[in-house]
């Protein structure tokens, strides 16, 4: 599909570009490129790059420290990101609890967490899901009891993402157990050094170290750790997750991802001519490359009712579905391209620098890992079955 941009939107791309182009470090473009492992130090460098330029919290006000960009301009940074090699920038703080600080936190809660997120002081994990409580999250045991003027907080979390990284997390906690679960929910801040907070990695699927579950023993959160009011947490919630599922959709990835697969088809060969020339293969890719292409249409929509001042809805569930179906359907095909060359499930081919062996087309070898990996993307989030049923109750009313 044929976008128009007016004339300064267009000089905003340049400036993106020249700006990415300048200053994003090869060494992490090159790690991108490849697939490989970024460290938190990468994170670091590249988070202090963009907060130095004040492009760090793409969807913060200015006064809060953003750019103050509207959507259309976020719009053309992520594309003009994802195709510079840039990489993602880590949510937890700058997406999810940023927006909620800014909506329901208190100003000392603002001043004192704000400039910490953008200046890579704190570096947040999320804490909503708990064994029991995933898809029905409303569920969740943690338990943060008044002791005068702090929170005693005893539970587990779990699949708590880059945890071993941060040194804050945002939680979902229980402070009344009477009347609907929805209703006894509040958020809370808590500091990950304090006494009583124990962390244990999960190794997943792919064989890596992404997740961690948290558990609480008598740990004290003073109050004013509390964002909004308490029991009020459910809304708070809701309001976050419609900003992840947002930025879960990926559509700048998934290109990536199609561009990747292309050049896989242009240079693997069946009955002697690339893949690229088989009708069968070249119609399964087209058909990705038109999903591709209503799913940026779609985002777009989004965008422009955005623009228009709206807030990001139940349509976000939409995106998700689509945009992380499309990455697993993507990584299927390119698996399926490469033939035995996608077979290799070598991990150290993900360290910076490595010498293991590896065969097949340039990217090939972090195939299958990418396999194992993209799992998640339909469970994370919220489960695409459960967005599906936010979609059937909440947009088509059924
Ligand atoms: C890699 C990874 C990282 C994650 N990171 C974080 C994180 O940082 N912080 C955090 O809080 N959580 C995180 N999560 C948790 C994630 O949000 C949950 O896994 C997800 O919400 C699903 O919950 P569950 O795992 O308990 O599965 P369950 O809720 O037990 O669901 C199991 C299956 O049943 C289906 N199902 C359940 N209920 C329904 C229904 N009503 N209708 C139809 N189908 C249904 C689900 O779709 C799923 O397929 C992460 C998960 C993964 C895999």
Not at 229 to 254: C, D, M, Q, S
Request: glycine share 10%; hydrophobic share 35%; charged share 25%.
């Amino acid at each position: 599909m044929d976008v128009t941009y007016s004339p300064s939107e267009t000089a905003f791309r340049e400036e993106v570009r020249a700006f990415l182009d300048d200053t994003l470090p090869d060494a992490i473009r090159r790690k991108v490129r490849t697939g490989k492992r970024l460290s938190k130090q990468d994170h670091e460098t590249w988070h202090g790059i963009l907060a130095e330029k004040g492009w760090l919290a793409t969807g913060w006000p200015k006064e809060y420290g953003g750019p103050g960009w509207g959507p259309v301009e976020k719009y053309i940074f992520e594309e003009e990101y994802v195709k510079a090699g840039a990489p993602r920038i880590v949510p937890f703080g700058l997406t999810m609890l940023g927006p909620v600080l800014i909506k329901y936190g208190s100003d000392d809660q603002k001043r004192h967490y704000l400039p910490r997120i953008l200046d890579g002081t704190d570096w947040w994990c999320q804490g909503y899901s708990e064994p029991g409580a995933g898809s029905d999250l409303a569920s969740l045991k943690t338990k943060a009891e008044r002791d005068g003027g702090a929170y005693i907080v005893n539970g587990q979390k779990t699949w708590t993402t880059l945890g071993h990284h941060a040194n804050w997390i945002f939680c979902l906690v229980k402070t009344k157990s009477s009347g609907k679960p929805q209703e006894g929910i509040s958020f809370l801040l808590i500091d990950l050094q304090s006494p009583g907070v124990e962390l244990r990695p999960i190794v997943t699927i792919d064989g890596e170290h992404e997740v961690n579950e948290v558990f609480f023993n008598d740990v004290r959160v003073p109050v004013g750790n509390l964002v909004g009011e308490e029991n009020k947490g459910w809304t708070y919630a809701k309001y976050l997750l419609t900003h992840e599922r947002t930025n879960i959709a990926g559509v700048g990835f998934a290109t990536q991802a199609l561009a990747h697969l292309k050049t896989i088809s242009a240079k693997q060969f069946s009955a002697g001519r690339p893949l690229a020339d088989d009708v069968l293969f070249a119609s399964r890719v087209m058909e990705l490359e038109i999903e591709l292409d209503a799913l940026r249409t779609t985002n777009l929509r989004m965008i422009s009712a955005a623009q228009a001042g709206g807030e990001p809805g139940p349509e976000a569930s939409m995106l998700k579905i689509k945009g992380t179906d499309l990455r697993q359907r993507i990584n299927n095909l390119t698996r399926q391209a490469l033939g035995p060359y996608a077979l290799p499930f070598v991990s150290e081919v993900l360290d910076d620098g490595s010498n293991a062996e590896t065969v097949g087309p340039e990217g090939a070898n972090t195939v299958a890992m990418t396999y194992f990996n993209t799992r998640k993307l339909s469970i994370f989030g919220g489960s695409n079955e459960i967005q599906r049923n936010i979609v059937a109750k909440q947009i088509l009313g059924l």
